[in-house]
Nanobody
């Protein structure tokens, strides 16, 4: 599967952005999906994950209550709604697909099989 992330940009602190990740192919509903981010000089970190049918969702503690992940299997797309953005959220955001996860979601990047190219999110103070 090929993944294409979009929706990044420059926003002021307190603002919102919605990221999208469009997947190619007809097997999108067979993958658990995740969002990760990597800030300059830092390691890649897990942001949010969603199970194949959307019935299980997991968030990093740092984004709980501010970010929301969702998916539309009919459109082969996963979303990340980001509210109350903080300068610390500045990073390149990547979507990823996990072909083996059925219900439990992984926070480990190496468990994901396919990655999008990333979209830059910059939050100014």
């Amino acid at each position: 599967v090929q993944l294409q992330a979009s929706g990044g940009g420059l926003v002021q602190a307190g603002g919102s952005l919605r990221l999208s990740c469009a997947a190619s192919g007809r097997t999108f509903s067979s993958y658990a999906m995740g969002w990760f981010r990597q800030a300059p000089g830092k390691e890649r970190e897990f942001v949010a994950g969603i199970a194949r049918n959307g019935g299980n969702i997991l968030y990093a503690d740092s984004v709980k209550g501010r970010f929301a992940i969702s998916r539309d299997n009919a459109k082969n797309t996963v979303y990340l709604q980001m509210n109350s953005l903080e300068p610390e959220d500045t990073a390149v955001y990547y979507c990823a697909a996990d072909r083996t996860a059925e219900w439990a979601l992984s926070k480990v990047g190496s468990d994901y099989d396919y990655w999008g190219q990333g979209t830059q999110v910059t939050v100014s103070s």
